[in-house]
DNA sequence: TTGTAAGCGTTATCAC
DNA sequence: GTGATAACGCTTACAA
């Protein structure tokens, strides 16, 4: 129970070591010889404070110890410098990359990071949040757009700031920050597009309580049905996110012929699962099938055959979420770049679409400048 | 500044939209016609007050939306239920895999986590414990036995429990909990011992600020002993824990024959590394070289050569955590389990010495029962 | 510049 | 079982 270098050491010694109350203000502003407010001055607005005095709370703040009370100074100032994060779950790479960035970002603005983790269940998401606020935090970091009326409702009516994130949605401006999911997903197909490829296969993510993952797949959609084309439905296919899956789902979708020539993937494992299955049934790649994913994880380009895919810095959402928070706090206007670029690393699974499928996988002539066969 | 719903509304509402303070426990206690000790009870002793009051408290409590500030509880009670965790990094997949079921395993038992990462910087750690113990946490939890004695010091001077993570010492007991790294790689040499291998390379992470990969090197040098070998200098090389430095790695200890039969890397990151560089350069595994690494992650059973390796259940390494700091707190004795389970995942990357190198690798008759040619 | 004293919103110790 | 009321340790007008 008592911990190893003093042994029987009761409770909370002074520096003196004798058992009393834990040294507070008032020890220091008594030993210092002065007023409770000159110490907690010091402490706050070192300016206001003449140096003789200030090295004499000083140097008896050191000699006691004094740890300040920040549940004190929180009640006291109605504002604990703690902001609290919610994320589906820490396994996910880019998760943990952006939780680390947040709270080194928030760290580094004087805020302390409290994190939970919701398992993708909104409910759960939404306990986690109200826990947060009767903590105390200044503000809240949620991923992505969908929650609980009741989560948003609780956070406006206490006037808890809040940003959401890894979704960004210009509908939704200056609440928001990350990358487009439906934009980026839109450019990586119409990438697929140019290289002429026409017989799509998706392996998506679950959006089971997962707008982000809704988001990508309208992407595709979207990219697709401007050019009057669409996801046969036997070669749309949905799960979690791990390699095992990925490799399930796509010899899923390669059940039977005709396959199709490009196949995208919702997210990092799901396409290295794909990949590693495709190479291991000797599918060669890009010559026969292009598989692309989203999201970059260094994996993906040490494979022997490296994956395009889309770079997300989840790092700078994390950034931007606490940059976001932290001005909204100090009643600053937020940094305007709330949207994240991403960008296409082209890499070798994916190439133009194979001869043997070059015509019959044009079902009707499509407008645009980069449709042609080139 | 201002939230979306209620454009121009100030502060924090009533539930009537009055603009006044928030409200508080005396709020709900007016409402209620009963005095604020009773509110107070219902919320933490509720079996002491009637029905019909807890009843009418909860009733006000539901109409007023009151949120109790736990700011002020925790000035009141000298607790404040949050557990402070410092991390080295959130990238390494299995500190992600604690941090998560730390929290999970903290939050079902009433606590919530403050997390933050050192960087596997000792003097950041410490910055970041003063921090968390200014914010009143309640205990702490570390990772490895290496601390700034000023850290450990000031837990101990303000009796605030702690724990160390991932690196289990028979020494400490009772104040750890994880993997025994040194045992844990000290049995998976005696492995590749048994194969029959006698020429080792390693591959290590870097052991700055870094016990648990010191003592993983120890492992191995203490496994090699017993039996007279040691590694060859050339063929002990460090390095983060990325899967292009365990590449780059690799091929140092490759520059010149006799190569290593045995390469023994010190995490997966890097074992990875090692297998795709090997596999890469024709290197036939387990055929020419058996690789081995450190901890599981998913990739390793799904690459072409599935790596062997140590399995070491980083959520269980959470979980006991956060049950010692719990336990402590409540004045309990922490679960007896304070020990983690490694095991060994035998997979494609490792097997018998290659015949070629046979006679020549055994230096010197060794001792024990498994060390001889089977 | 410095000190006095009134909160901050709970919990806890008493009596009743 | 219930109600006054004094802490809890700090901040912050307001005075001096």
Redesign the interface.
């Known amino acids: 129970?008592t911990?190893?270098?003093?042994p029987g050491?009761p409770?909370?010694?002074g520096h003196d070591g004798r058992p009393g109350r834990?040294v507070g203000l008032r020890d220091v502003a008594r030993m210092a010889g002065v007023s409770t407010a000159t110490v907690s001055r010091v402490l706050n607005t070192p300016e206001r404070v003449s140096a003789t005095l200030r090295e004499r709370v000083a140097a008896a703040s050191a000699r006691l110890?004094w740890?300040?009370?920040?549940?004190?100074r929180?009640?006291a100032t109605r504002r604990?410098?703690?902001v609290g994060a919610v994320f589906p779950?820490?396994?996910h790479?880019d998760f943990?990359?952006a939780?680390?960035a947040l709270?080194?970002e928030l760290?580094s603005r004087g805020y302390?990071?409290?994190?939970?983790?919701s398992h993708y269940d909104l409910a759960q998401e939404h306990l986690?949040v109200?826990?947060?606020?009767?903590?105390?935090v200044d503000a809240v970091v949620l991923v992505g757009n969908a929650h609980d009326p009741q989560t948003i409702?609780?956070?406006?009516?206490?006037?808890v700031?809040?940003v959401k994130t890894f979704n960004y949605d210009p509908e939704w401006r200056h609440?928001c920050v990350g990358p487009d999911n439906r934009r980026a997903m839109h450019g990586l197909t119409r990438y697929l597009l140019r290289l002429g490829h026409r017989r799509f296969g998706v392996i998506a993510q679950s959006a089971h309580n997962n707008d982000r993952a809704a988001a990508r797949l309208q992407g595709v959609r979207d990219a697709l049905s401007e050019m009057g084309l669409s996801v046969r439905p036997q070669h749309l296919v949905e799960g979690r996110w791990?390699?095992?899956e990925g490799?399930a789902l796509f010899r899923k979708i390669i059940e039977k012929k005709p396959w199709p020539t490009a196949v995208i993937c919702g997210n990092a494992?799901l396409a290295?699962?794909a990949v590693?299955e495709a190479?291991?049934r000797g599918i060669a790649l890009p010559g026969e099938m292009s598989i692309v994913g989203y999201d970059d994880v260094?994996?993906m380009q040490?494979?022997?055959v490296p994956i395009t895919t889309l770079r997300i810095r989840s790092d700078e959402v994390g950034r931007l979420a606490a940059d976001y928070v932290v001005a909204?706090l100090a009643?600053k206007q937020p940094s305007t770049e709330l949207e994240c670029e991403v960008e296409i690393m082209e890499r070798s699974s994916s190439g133009p679409v194979p001869r043997a499928s070059r015509r019959e996988s044009v079902p009707r002539r499509a407008k645009g400048a980069d449709a042609g066969r080139r």
């Open positions: 129970m911990k190893m270098p003093t050491a409770p909370s010694p834990p110890g740890v300040p009370d920040g549940t004190a929180a009640l604990t410098g703690a779950t820490l396994s790479g943990a990359r939780a680390e709270q080194g760290r302390t990071l409290l994190l939970a983790c986690l109200r826990q947060f606020v009767e903590r105390g409702g609780l956070l406006d009516r206490l006037s700031p809040y609440h791990t390699i095992a490799r494992y290295v699962g590693l190479t291991a260094e994996i040490e494979l022997p909204t009643g």
